[in-house]
């Protein structure tokens, strides 16, 4: 049948064109499959879908629709499809490596082994229910049953601990560049992104409004937060105010942030670097509270300490900073003649990985959660397990349940929830009467 439409189709265009035809069993969708292959140009492609709109029983996919059936059709699970999601918008290249890890079944082949071993503590409470009173059942059962979940449990902790790799990986490390006005935020924003992404100007204040920027830095997503500079005073008006505002949400929110600082003006540098340092310019006083641009909730964490326009400073100067600020961490660096720029990328490229590793060492390097509904069902699992293990020895009709429940989340993150495996599993592991 679908031949014979392709055949009608071809017919009504008007000339030959290479057209291709799968059985169900050779596709991915599952149903027959036919694939016309065409010249690229607009009038040929428009002509020919123009002539299978006339066909009877032709009609354009919706969105998805050819993803969706595969998952129907069991050619896929949900976290596969979602993979193949990941995959075409994949924009670095640790983005790609962790799409076709999914599309793969990397996250198939976890769940479904923890399917299994659930599927497994239910029988085993489900046999120990109905038939400990009447026949002999296996000494040890619930033993076994408590060392599995305990198992699980350390297992989907890990996962849960690696999640924040996961999301950062999928939905890109936030990085909030601050600082106080005219220290050159935007120009460092363009040079990581290696475009002119935010307007520059000698003037300060360019900036007024959070600018986001997608980076790739050593393979890894990066979003860059170009801020407002921060000060405080009678002169800052309603407009600047606000901007001040986001800049100090946005660093709040921020995995990794960047504090950049006019070496030309020592006065305003952070008290941090004051403190950890002891440098002060001569005639310099120390700056008091957040008149340097990074509040204190900014220095904690992660947070990389940037001096700038150091070419704007005698070489005497600069090379007692740098004595004074040795394996401090600071970097002291001219983003117009590119000085100290190496170190720093190099630098910024090392949070970034290490950001995106986080946890990975608690779950075997897999990384299941890219998603919050990942998350959600495992914080739902683990959560079920935990009060299984506390029903154990109280009520063994509820923590059976329970682990039925802890088996639903894992299902509900493949997509495949289903019970009835539970008695095949009671009467091939169990020898019942024995």
């Not at 059936?69 to 075409?88: C, K, M, P, V, Y």
């Not at 599927?119 to 000494?139: L, P, R």
């Amino acid at each position: 049948m679908l031949k014979l439409l392709a055949a009608q189709a071809m017919m009504r265009v008007g000339y030959s064109m290479r057209r291709l035809c799968y059985d169900s069993i050779r596709t991915t969708v599952s149903p027959d499959v036919v694939e016309f292959q065409v010249h690229g140009g607009n009038a040929v492609v428009r002509s020919v879908l123009n002539a299978l709109e006339m066909v009877d029983g032709l009609r354009h996919a919706e969105p998805g629709e050819f993803t969706r059936r595969a998952f129907w059709n069991g050619r896929l699970d949900l976290t596969q499809a979602e993979g193949l999601s990941q995959l075409i918008m994949a924009d670095t290249e640790e983005q790609r490596k962790l799409a076709v890890s999914h599309v793969g079944g990397s996250s198939s082949r976890l769940c479904l082994a923890w399917r299994t071993r659930l599927t497994s503590a239910v029988a085993k409470m489900e046999a120990y229910i109905d038939f400990s009173e009447d026949e002999n059942i296996e000494d040890g059962v619930l033993h076994e049953v408590r060392n599995e979940m305990i198992a699980l449990g350390v297992e989907i902790e890990g996962q849960l601990r690696a999640s924040v790799s996961g999301e950062r990986i999928s939905q890109g490390l936030k990085t909030a560049i601050t600082g106080l006005p005219d220290v050159g935020k935007s120009t460092l924003l363009n040079i990581l992104c290696d475009r002119d992404a935010a307007i520059v100007s000698s003037g300060p204040g360019t900036t007024r409004d959070v600018l986001q920027v997608n980076a790739d830095i050593g393979g890894y997503p990066v979003v860059l937060y170009d801020t407002a500079g921060i000060r405080h005073g009678e002169d800052v008006g309603e407009v600047e105010k606000e901007g001040v505002r986001r800049a100090h949400a946005t660093a709040a929110m921020a995995d990794l942030r960047i504090c950049v600082h006019d070496a030309s003006s020592p006065p305003a540098w952070c008290s941090s670097i004051v403190h950890k340092c002891g440098v002060v310019a001569d005639g310099g006083d120390q700056p008091e509270g957040d008149s340097n641009g990074c509040s204190c909730s900014q220095r904690e964490g992660r947070t990389i300490q940037v001096v700038n326009k150091i070419d704007c400073v005698d070489e005497q100067t600069r090379t007692k900073w740098k004595e004074h600020c040795n394996g401090s961490g600071i970097h002291f660096v001219s983003f117009a003649t590119k000085e100290g720029m190496d170190i720093l990328q190099h630098d910024i490229s090392t949070h970034v990985k290490e950001l995106c590793s986080e946890g990975l060492q608690s779950s075997g390097g897999e990384v299941l959660v890219t998603k919050e509904r990942h998350r959600a069902h495992l914080k739902d699992c683990a959560a079920h397990l935990h009060n299984a293990m506390k029903l154990l020895d109280v009520d063994v009709v509820l923590c059976a349940q329970n682990l039925r429940f802890a088996l639903e989340d894992i299902g509900k993150i493949t997509g495949a929830v289903h019970f009835e495996d539970i008695m095949d599993e009671v009467f091939s592991q169990f020898c019942i009467g024995k």
